[in-house]
């Protein structure tokens, strides 16, 4: 049984572009941190003695959320922090004294940030924003169903009963991000990074009181540094694979850039700098590891693939559904859409499996000559998409609201 788990794991992780020719190595072990501060304090070989990121959860922000919630003091946080944007804005007034202080020490980039590598970055999302919306949405966006602890902790938390709402603030956390200035004083990647990992803190005080989430759950408290750079797997080094595996123009200072961004990201988060991943070698032979092995199926992950792939019927009818099916399989693999029961479409595979490679090497040939049509072309889809999981509220943002209670059973 082992080694079928095992062989199921490697078939699963080549088809994901995340296992390669390489031995693993033991779990968060690493030559160095993001920060360049010396050997990792993680449990694997080679790292110093402390705790592995799965014992680590936030000492900073866990505590405060826990006072804020029991205090009743959520709503009015909701309120005053609705119209704090910008990463230049000034701490919102109204806020108990102890979270508006730990607000103004959080939300700042780190010492070691390299401005110079964010702006690349930048300008890489600008250039290949179609492929990552696309591989970010239907792609990491569906893994994240078969991430059995991410699946289970966003089905029983209040985010959990509205998809549609849930998916509107995951999209805002890369929308921001993938913006041209997302670290700069006028962008809003900071402050949405803050808001997400206060967001995250309350959801650990908050999920452990539901009945329904202990009831499946594998660990006592959820979102622990470790589960974050799972995630970060999910997203960052599974699209680095992809944009290699379709092998679209990708020089190593863009690699370098695109990883500093989601290092910076990860930092925001809460994450201790000496976990993460020095470099994409450091991040592959860790996401063989700690990713790979674990995808597998849960009611919940089923539940939310199907609330989050039937979010189009409100506007195509379902006309659309059968493409989604099999662009999700396209990118994640047949036993993926297996797991989640996504119906076969053929017609729509032959299309996909065809249309999409033609599209890459069309796009590729026409960027030199026209790269600014094709981003106002990238910026238009995504003011759609956020307006419909904004229920036409908002083209741009949506607000990130602290949960005051759980998914009801």
């Not at 379902?318 to 493409?323: D, K, L, Y």
């Not at 099916?325 to 065809?354: H, I, K, M």
Request: hydrophobic residues 45%.
């Amino acid at each position: 049984m082992e080694n079928l788990s095992r062989r199921r794991a490697l078939t699963l992780g080549v088809a994901l572009g995340l296992v390669g020719a390489a031995a693993p190595v033991p779990a968060w072990a690493s030559a160095g941190s993001a920060a360049g501060t010396g050997a990792l304090t993680g449990t694997g070989a080679g790292a110093a003695a402390g705790p592995g990121p799965e014992w680590i959860w936030d000492d900073a922000a866990d505590p405060l959320m826990a006072r804020m919630i029991d205090g009743g003091h959520v709503p009015a946080i909701n309120r005053a922090w609705e119209k704090w944007v910008n990463n230049n804005d000034p701490i919102p007034g109204g806020l108990p004294s102890d979270f508006a202080a730990y607000l103004a020490q959080a939300n700042r980039l780190p010492s070691w940030a390299d401005q110079a590598k964010l702006d690349r970055a930048a300008d890489f999302n600008r250039r290949r924003d179609t492929y990552l919306f696309m591989l970010y949405g239907l792609g990491s966006g569906i893994m994240s169903t078969v991430i059995p602890r991410e699946a289970k902790s966003v089905y029983w938390s209040a985010g959990g009963a509205d998809m549609q709402d849930r998916a509107a603030k995951t999209f805002t956390f890369g929308y921001d991000l993938s913006e041209l200035g997302a670290f700069k004083p006028t962008g809003q990647f900071v402050v949405t990074a803050n808001k997400t990992r206060v967001v995250h803190a309350a959801v650990r005080h908050l999920l452990p009181q539901s009945p329904h989430w202990k009831a499946v759950a594998d660990e006592s408290i959820p979102i622990s540094a470790a589960d974050i750079l799972v995630t970060f797997h999910s997203l960052g080094t599974y699209v680095h694979q992809k944009l290699i595996e379709w092998r679209i123009p990708y020089p190593a200072a863009d690699q370098e850039a695109f990883l500093h961004m989601w290092q910076v990201a990860i930092h925001l988060l809460g994450v201790p700098d000496e976990h993460i991943p020095k470099t994409w070698a450091e991040a592959l032979a860790q996401s063989r590891q700690v990713l790979t092995p674990i995808l597998s199926p849960s009611t919940e992950g089923v539940k939310l693939a199907e609330n989050l792939l039937g979010l189009t019927a409100q506007i195509d009818l379902g006309v659309t559904r059968g493409f989604l099916n099999e662009f999700v399989r396209y990118v994640l693999s047949d036993q993926v859409g297996d797991w989640l029961g996504l119906r076969r479409d053929y017609a729509a595979a032959a299309l996909v499996r065809t249309a999409w490679p033609t599209f890459i090497l069309f796009r590729e040939g026409l960027s030199p000559v026209m790269p600014r049509t094709f981003y106002m072309f990238d910026q238009f889809i995504r003011a759609l998409a956020m307006l419909f999981l904004n229920r036409g509220s908002s083209g741009t943002t949506t607000p990130i609201t602290i949960p005051t209670g759980n998914r009801p059973g």
